[in-house]
């Protein structure tokens, strides 16, 4: 079984953000995750439009865009033009996350839902099988570099048995305090997709790191 890794460029160094786009595009990296934050659904502010579409503009990968924002419905065509592949909501910034999610597949993307720590996983019961993936937040949204709440593995383990039961295609992506120590546990666990911010681009090699990543064996 193979798993997708989506490094996360928060953790990169803007002065040379295209450096890192390069490095990803050489690299065994499936996706490119980028943390769009508004500064009101959590405590920080990151990419816009503009960046996005520049980040696009050199990438060979999908863009994994995870809105951390009030509101999402407002944006969804401005990020399908900015050039995301893979859009995510927040549960708890969605009032109608149904019609929210159709809107994305609309558009021509694939549709995600992330849920936050305290968010129960039993909340998806009746959207599960509209989603191409479902995020766990294993960290409070927010920042790059915070310890991997561990709780999540049984959030993880309750998800994997919901999308099971609903013999759903959806994928299981975990985001927040991803490292080399605790990825073969989450993959073991179910997990399809990992983020990993800090433990790629805070590592002296960060294309050797990524490979390692790419060849955990976890079966
Ligand atoms: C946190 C973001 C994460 C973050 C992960 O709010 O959603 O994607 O970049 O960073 P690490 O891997 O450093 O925990
Ligand atoms: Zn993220």
Redesign the pocket.
């Known amino acids: 079984m193979s798993y997708k890794l989506a490094p ?1 460029i ?2 990169a160094d803007f002065l040379h953000l295209g450096d890192a786009i390069t490095m990803l595009n050489q690299s065994e990296a499936d996706w490119i ?1 980028v ?1 769009v934050m508004d500064g009101v659904f ?1 405590p920080n502010l990151t990419f816009g439009f503009s960046i996005i579409k520049q980040i696009k503009s050199v990438a060979k990968k999908p863009l994994d865009v ?1 809105l ?1 924002i009030t509101q999402p419905e407002r944006y969804i065509k401005d990020f399908k033009a900015a050039g995301a592949d893979i859009l995510t909501v927040q549960y708890e910034a969605c009032t109608h996350l149904h019609r929210t999610i159709h809107q994305i597949k609309e558009e021509g993307m694939k549709a995600a839902v992330a849920i936050n720590p305290h968010t129960s996983v039993s909340l998806l019961k009746d959207i599960i099988s509209d989603l191409d993936m479902v995020l766990l ?1 294993s ?1 409070n ?6 310890k991997f709440i561990d709780h999540s593995i049984t959030k993880l383990r309750e998800l994997r048995t919901l999308i099971d039961e609903h013999q759903s295609k959806t994928l299981i992506e975990i ?4 490292s080399m120590e605790n990825a073969s546990l989450l993959l073991r666990k179910g997990a399809n997709v990992l ?5 790629v681009f805070n590592t002296p090699n960060p294309i050797e790191t990524i490979h390692q990543f790419k060849t955990i064996i976890w079966e």
Request: hydrophobic share 50%; glycine share 16%; proline share 4%.
């Open positions: 996360s928060l953790s995750h943390d959590v995870h951390m937040m960290v949204p927010g920042f790059a570099a915070q985001d927040g305090g991803v983020v990993a911010g800090n433990a």
